[in-house]
């Protein structure tokens, strides 16, 4: 055979009278060294299935933004969406929508606290987000970028450039956010009153209620604001 005598050949170019023959084929050699080589990326898609969630908290880890703050704040802002479906009768892409804006809505402090709202709309779309398509990404940006200061105007040439389906998305979505990032004020040495903050609408004239347990000797209390 051939292969038989290139192998006979070798041995004695090498010198050896002896060969051990591997039980593993190529492909078996290229599949472990593919999973050496890509052992974080494998493992991050094991903990998040969904392309897109992970993708944007793949965005989040980058630019540093504080993990645990952004998570609640999303908890805290899909509750909100689901408990006012009946008002403005979203599903469940605006939904992620809220959701990713939520999770990425501090990635601007990577540039400079003053006005990392406005910040984090550039790098959300300047990061190519995969799995979103270009209007996804900017109603993404503009409502993460509308959770502080001013409110959605037709003067901001980002909002303005929006279809009027998606200015009024960006209006609902970002307002939902705002409102769920109050807890934002619970960061740093009040972290463990942030995470056991809950949300819940409490009446039918949309008062929003904030209870917060009981930490670090803090007596419990509700902060309420009408919408």
């Given at each position: 055979f051939?292969a ?18 591997c ?5 078996e ?22 392309l ?17 703050h ?22 469940p892409?605006?939904?992620?929508w809220l ?5 990425l ?40 970028r ?6 959605p ?8 450039a ?7 998305i ?12 109050i ?39 509700t ?5």
């Amino acid at each position: 055979f051939p292969a038989t005598v290139v192998l006979r050949r070798l041995m004695e170019l090498s010198g050896r009278d002896e060969l051990i023959l591997c039980d593993k084929a190529i492909r078996e050699g290229i599949i472990y060294d593919f999973i050496q080589r890509h052992r974080e990326r494998l493992k991050a898609e094991a903990e998040i299935p969904d392309l897109r969630r992970r993708n944007v908290i793949a965005l989040a880890r980058r630019c540093h933004a504080p993990e645990t703050h952004s998570l609640h704040v999303a908890s805290l802002a899909l509750r909100l969406f689901d408990q006012t479906v009946r008002l403005h009768h979203l599903g469940p892409t605006e939904r992620n929508w809220l959701e990713y804006a939520a999770i990425l809505h501090d990635v601007g402090y990577l540039i400079n606290e003053r006005q990392h709202h406005k910040h984090a709309y550039y790098l959300i779309t300047n990061s190519g987000l995969g799995g979103l398509s270009g209007e996804e990404i900017q109603v993404v940006a503009n409502v993460a970028r509308y959770h502080r200061r001013a409110v959605p105007q037709l003067k901001h040439e980002e909002f303005d450039a929006l279809s009027p389906k998606y200015k009024r998305i960006v209006r609902i979505l970002s307002a939902l956010l705002r409102i769920a990032a109050i807890s934002g004020a619970c960061t740093g040495g009040g972290a463990g009153i942030a995470s056991c903050c809950d949300m819940r609408i409490a009446t039918r004239d949309m008062k929003f209620g904030f209870p917060i347990a009981r930490t670090l000797g803090t007596a419990a209390e509700t902060i309420c604001a009408r919408s």
